[in-house]
């Protein structure tokens, strides 16, 4: 069982999708499929249950993704061993959402890229609400993420920056916005379009939990982005991070309440395993962040 075979299996007990994989991995799934048969074949176990809609990890698969986790992380130990000398080289994973992508990497990679440049950078985007997944899951070195009311203990963190929290409605469809006898929103009647999952809709839940409001929910969606899109279509209003607003294309299509309550902003930072505070890459980025 080599390294790439692990890698594969890696790569694939995080995606849980054969076609994600073998094109982010440059093979094809046909050949996928005969790798995974093969460690299956010398475990004796199955890894994953497949049918036509889903992909899961069984039982066996779970702690043999431990197992890959554990023989990975000490292949890259060895090889910064064998290969130490005043040359960072290696690969460095980060995630982010496509928002930080564009307003926050650039500043500390810049420095990092020019400083150490034998460095392969793997970025992936995505939902932000994800960021600390990927890092529990092994599947980043790095993300950028909003730190959360409570941090994993396995976890630390590092704040580059802060944005408050806005509701936000559509410029086009100012109807949509219900207003009581006295003026206020109606938050009950109003339409919401709320993230499905996430801190800030810890936040907005624990908003309406303190005021007693049952909410007019209109959809729940994954990512800022997509909130800013269905509230320019008139769809309802919500609620998104400052920093996400003004990098939207759609920026000039909704309007910032503000009339409304004023939540606990967002503090974005860079966050990692503790574990990957030894790994020289994650320790020179999070060197230059910290001079930053």
């Not at 039982?59 to 554990?70: I, N, R, S, T």
């Not at 496509?98 to 420095?111: D, E, K, Q, S, W």
């Not at 985007?125 to 396995?154: C, E, F, W, Y």
Request: glycine share 4%.
């Amino acid at each position: 069982m080599d390294i790439r075979n692990l890698r594969l299996f890696r790569h694939l007990a995080g995606t849980l999708h054969f076609a994600r994989t073998s094109q982010a991995c440059y093979i094809t799934p046909s050949a996928l499929t005969r790798v995974i048969q093969r460690i299956e074949a010398e475990l004796g176990q199955p890894l994953f249950i497949r049918d036509n809609r889903s992909v899961a990890l069984t039982l066996a698969g779970m702690a043999f993704k431990k197992y890959a986790d554990d023989v990975l992380q000490r292949w890259h130990q060895l090889h910064d061993e064998l290969t130490a000398d005043d040359v960072l080289q290696g690969e460095l994973s980060l995630y982010c959402s496509v928002t930080a992508a564009y307003g926050i990497l650039p500043r500390i990679m810049a420095t990092y890229r020019k400083t150490h440049p034998d460095v392969r950078i793997r970025l992936e985007t995505g939902d932000a609400a994800k960021a600390l997944v990927k890092l529990s899951h092994q599947d980043a070195d790095v993300a950028i993420a909003a730190l959360p009311d409570t941090l994993p203990r396995d976890l630390v963190f590092h704040t580059l920056s802060r944005t408050p929290l806005v509701f936000i409605a559509p410029l086009q469809y100012p109807d949509i916005v219900i207003h009581t006898t006295d003026g206020i929103i109606d938050w009950e009647q109003t339409p919401l379009i709320i993230p499905d999952h996430g801190l800030s809709r810890d936040r907005i839940d624990q908003w309406f939990a303190t005021e007693h409001f049952i909410p007019n929910i209109y959809s729940q969606v994954a990512g800022h982005e997509a909130i800013i899109v269905m509230i320019s279509l008139g769809c309802g209003i919500g609620l998104v991070p400052r920093m996400v607003l003004e990098k939207s294309p759609f920026l000039n299509q909704v309007t910032v309440l503000e009339s409304a309550p004023e939540l606990p902003p967002f503090v974005i930072g860079l966050c990692t395993r503790k574990k990957n505070l030894a790994n020289p890459r994650v320790q020179a980025l999070w060197r230059m962040a910290s001079e930053q």
